[in-house]
């Protein structure tokens, strides 16, 4: 059975996603076919990326603390809703949640 996270969008839209969970939460009719289910999120899409953006920014925020501070910082991860509208974080490539890149340019005021 495929699953539908039926969410709202700021300009007073709709976007459907396609999600892994069981349908939790009230159902609505008008599928496509019997096998797919409509679920009402709990919140926004601007509520959900809240949530992501909170996360990015306390990150960026620690990673540019360092004492030698990058002056690039690339911070890279997947992203998967579920159901009940829940952000999760996933595996991108293997094993691993987050891939951080930061790079230094060299100091070219130093050089003659």
Known sequence: MT????IAVAD????????????????????RSPETTIVEAGKSLDGVL?????MTQAMVARLRSFDD????????????????AKVVITRAAG?????????????????G
Do not use: C, Q, Y
């Open 95 to 111: 094993e691993a949640n987050f891939r951080i890149a930061m790079r230094w340019a060299p100091d070219l005021s130093t050089t």
């Open 12 to 31: 007073g839209g709709t976007v459907l996603v396609e999600v892994d969970s069981p349908a939790v939460g009230p159902t609505l009719r008008g599928a």
């Open 69 to 84: 501070t990058p002056h690039e910082i690339e911070v890279e991860f997947s992203v998967k809703l579920t159901a009940e």
């Open 3 to 6: 699953t539908l996270l039926k």
């Open 50 to 54: 809240a949530e992501l953006g909170s």
